[in-house]
C-alpha cells in the first residue's frame, strides 16, 4: 500500500511540472514580429556624420496596414497594382522632414546599421 501511494505521489508531482511547462511554451513573445535593419553604407571616413531617421511609411500593428504619415502623403503614393510604394516626389519629401527625426546616429564609421 505504501508503495502505490509513492508512486501516486511521483506520477501527480509528474503531472504537476508538466502541466506547469505547458504554459510556459505559450507564452509569446513580447518582441513585436515586424523588425528590420537598415543598413546605411558609404558614409565619409573619420569624418563626423549624424544620419536621421525618419518614418515616412509605418506599419499599423492595430490594424495590419501600412500608413504613409501625414506629412509624407503629398509625396509618397500607393501603386494599387502592384502594391508598392513609391516616392513621387524626392526633392519635396526630403524638404517637408519633420524638426524631430524618429532616430538619429553620430558616427565617425563608414556604415551605420539601424534594428
Given amino acids: 500500500m505504501k508503495k502505490i501511494r509513492r508512486i501516486f505521489a511521483v506520477l501527480l508531482s509528474l503531472a504537476m511540472v508538466l502541466g506547469m511547462s505547458m504554459t510556459t511554451f505559450a507564452a509569446g513573445s513580447s518582441e513585436s514580429p515586424f523588425n528590420s535593419n537598415i543598413t546605411i553604407t558609404n558614409l565619409a571616413v573619420d569624418d563626423n556624420t549624424t544620419v536621421n531617421v525618419f518614418k515616412a511609411v509605418y506599419l499599423n500593428e492595430d490594424e495590419n496596414e501600412w500608413v504613409v504619415a501625414d506629412w509624407a502623403k503629398d509625396y509618397i503614393t500607393l501603386d494599387a497594382t502592384n ?26 564609421e563608414t556604415s551605420v546599421l539601424y534594428r
Fill in 83 to 108: 502594391n508598392k510604394y513609391t516616392i513621387t516626389n524626392p526633392a519635396g519629401l526630403g524638404t517637408n522632414v519633420p524638426e524631430k527625426p524618429d532616430y538619429t546616429e553620430k558616427t565617425n
